[in-house]
């Protein structure tokens, strides 16, 4: 692995590469949402850093202590996650193990390198670190991360050099989702890319969701039912069963925009034979070659399944905001 092995940021992968030649020690801070490549980013710069022989590209991958990294023995680098047990990481840890580790000049690797994920480190944990950040001995290199910059605090943001990593392409999102799922169905990755709003870690997720069959059937039926539903079965059985699957929220409006994408295709060739839900050919068959349904009823739909997405991102009332998506799929398919 090498910063080219990874897809994306461009600038970043360039700042970082200089930052392995002209210095081996300070500290730096990764800003960005969950899944936006984080600590894919800290362990190949960690890497980099310890490297007998960096180039433009990062680590060389050939060295002791290449080696060494890729195989999870090296003793210079500490890193600090999310504990298993406890909400935070105690103080004590940062206390007791991080600072005074941190004086300590690296065993075998040019450079020691701790990774600490400010984002379970409370305050007084930051507080106590704030020595060490301020004045790493040679050779020390703290890496830190962070989701929510607004929890850190100002003493360690203004010790710290800031990498904030930028929203990824659409074409960049679909090539870390085709690494990370490769057998994901190429009309699921578009709507994946599409929804992920160019974090990829939400892209994957999305992509994955997909993968869960009882979950696709569930709504294949709740989905195929709704031009014809009550508002009594609507407001109640299906808004259930959106409140039940609220934790696949995501999953559930990416597998009904597979659902009207496949209603598309069937309006526009009949007989498509590549839809997404080939269980409920018949069914969507049926319902595409209706009088009721055509390519714009069906784009208002998709618009309702969008908005439903947006109100999730700004947290909005989950019930409604369903409710509201559900109606709208059956006016426009019940006219
Ligand atoms: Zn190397």
Redesign the pocket.
């Known amino acids: 692995m090498a910063f080219s092995d990874l897809t994306g940021q461009k600038s970043i992968k360039s700042r970082l590469a200089s930052a392995v030649s002209e210095k081996r020690s300070g500290t730096f801070m990764f800003t960005g949402p969950i899944g936006s490549g984080r600590h894919a980013f800290a362990e190949e710069f960690a890497k980099a850093l310890m ?4 180039g433009t590209d990062g ?5 002791d ?2 080696k060494y990294f890729g195989a999870g023995t090296t003793p210079d680098i500490m890193r600090v996650y999310k504990p298993s047990e406890t909400k935070n990481v105690k103080v004590s840890f940062i206390k007791e193990s991080v600072v005074p580790e941190a004086v300590l000049r690296p065993q075998f690797s040019k450079t020691k390198v701790f990774i600490l994920d400010l984002d379970y480190l409370g305050t007084e944990s930051q507080n106590a670190l704030l020595k060490s950040l301020e004045e790493p001995p040679a050779h020390v290199v703290f890496i830190l991360l962070s989701s929510n910059r607004d929890m850190v605090l100002d003493t360690v943001i203004s010790r710290a050099t800031e990498i904030k990593l930028e929203p990824y392409t659409n074409d960049e999102i679909i090539e870390i989702v085709k690494k990370n799922v490769p057998e994901c169905p190429a009309q699921t990755l578009t709507i994946a890319a599409a929804n992920s709003g160019g974090v990829p870690g939400k892209a994957i997720e999305i992509a994955k969701q997909g993968e869960d069959t009882d979950l696709k059937r569930e709504v294949a039926d709740m989905f195929l039912d709704l031009p014809e539903a009550t508002y009594f079965k609507i407001l109640n059985d299906d808004a259930a069963f959106m409140a039940d699957r609220k934790a696949d929220a995501v999953a559930v409006a990416c597998n009904i925009l597979l659902l009207i994408d496949d209603l598309m295709r069937l309006k526009g060739v009949p007989g498509y034979k590549n839809i997404s839900f080939a269980d409920h050919r018949t069914r969507l068959e049926k319902l595409a070659g209706s009088s009721k349904v055509d390519n714009v009823r069906l784009g208002k739909c998709a618009g309702a399944v969008k908005d439903f997405l947006k109100a999730l991102d700004v947290n909005a009332n989950f019930d409604a905001a369903s409710c509201a998506m559900l109606l709208k799929i059956h006016e426009e398919l019940n006219k």
């Open positions: 490297c007998s022989d960096p680590a060389c991958g050939k060295c202590c290449c």
